[in-house]
């Protein structure tokens, strides 16, 4: 049993004592989640002498539909100085269809895009969890252990796809100064969104789940929010994925109002370097351009990006700049089987964030409830990235190809609707449309679709 398994229990039978006081039962809320999630990948030849089969993971075309059910239960605190308390998240995905080998799966993969998958590569018919946290609080300080489900600037947990990305540990938030919100944290596994198994925690280029992966169990992050006035903010956060990197984040974030519109401005900056083994090491190495067509390498980078958005009555612009320094792209929590990074770039296909990469975006959203149409929404967002310093293995024998100065773009549309009132309140329904086009060798063009009909229905 390991320590934060113990630590669990031990929690949970204290817990258990006390669980009849008032306020445990009294401020619980239970929730379930319903989301119906279809998605569509064709992948088309940009490169046209990579090999075209399922096991090198260049499928042309991936489908895959199913039911996911997400029920959640917090529970409110025991009375005392210190208050216990116990959350717990079930979560369940049915397949609907993903059937003809269409699911994505290949050699290397956890499962297909949405179901984990047998050993043949078929997707499973369903697959669930159960994550129990036990909890405790004191004043304004809160201390969790067992699964969470944290979004900060150092690890962001995943929730693009049927059933959302888990992590286990221990995280204590404490809001004892005024306008200050310090996080502290420790992660050891990681359950991923088409996965009912914990796993240890890698980076891309290490993946645990290749042939020669490396891994570790301990994630250490912290840091904080600093409210200098109402419409400021600033943030620090420090993460360290032991044996793979050390990061520091600084963020500021700013509202001003001009004219009848608000800009809100967003800068961030990351500084990545290699920690442990990941500096001599050639297992535990990263992705990344180290010249002479060497492809991995230590943890080598800075991240600095700025978007800006202007919001004046239904509308909203934007537009931001980012720019990826170092040999190795940048570095995030990467399980392989999808993940999120804090990044303005983080997008429905790509993240732009590669060694050299420089990037633009264009946004434009709308919301029609000024129009008279309350609960509609869309938008659309452009990038093209350029300067990646990059290698790619490419053709049917995939040699090494050194590239300078190539480049990516991908736009994405979203319309969605929420309906406001009457026997279908709060069913949404939404369509995530998405277009990757690139010259970066060994990659190959996609176009994609998703369609998600969600609804929550309160049970405490």
Known sequence: MNKSTLALAVAVGVLAQQAGAAG???????TLGLRNFYINTDNRDSDANAPRNKANGVQSKSEEWGQGFDLRFISGYTQGTVGFGLDAIGLLGIKLDSGGGSNGATATSYGGTVFPSESNGKAVDNYSSLGLTAKAKISQTELKLGTLQPKLPVIVTNDGRLLPQTFQGGQITSGEIKDLTLVGGQIEHAKGRNSSNNEELSIAGANAHTAAGRDSNKFIYGGGDYKITKDLTAQYYYGNLEDFYKQHFLGLVHSWAIGPGVLKSDLRYFHSTDDGANGHDSAYYTTGDYGTGITRGKVDNNLYSGLFLYTVGGHTFGGGYQVSNGDSDFPWLNQGDGSSAYLTTDMQIAKFARAGER????RYSYDFAKLGVPGLTA???YLRG??????GR??????????T???EWERDITVGYVVPEGP?????VMWKNATWRNDIPGQRDQDENRLIVSYSLPLL
């Open 394 to 403: 490419v053709g049917v024998a995939q040699t090494n190809l050194s590239a």
């Open 24 to 30: 445990f039962i009294e401020d619980s809320k239970a």
């Open 379 to 381: 938008g659309v967002i």
């Open 386 to 391: 350029d300067n990646i310093d990059t290698t």
């Open 359 to 362: 990037t633009w975006q264009g």
């Open 405 to 407: 100065g190539r480049s």
């Open 424 to 428: 279908l309140k709060n069913v949404g």
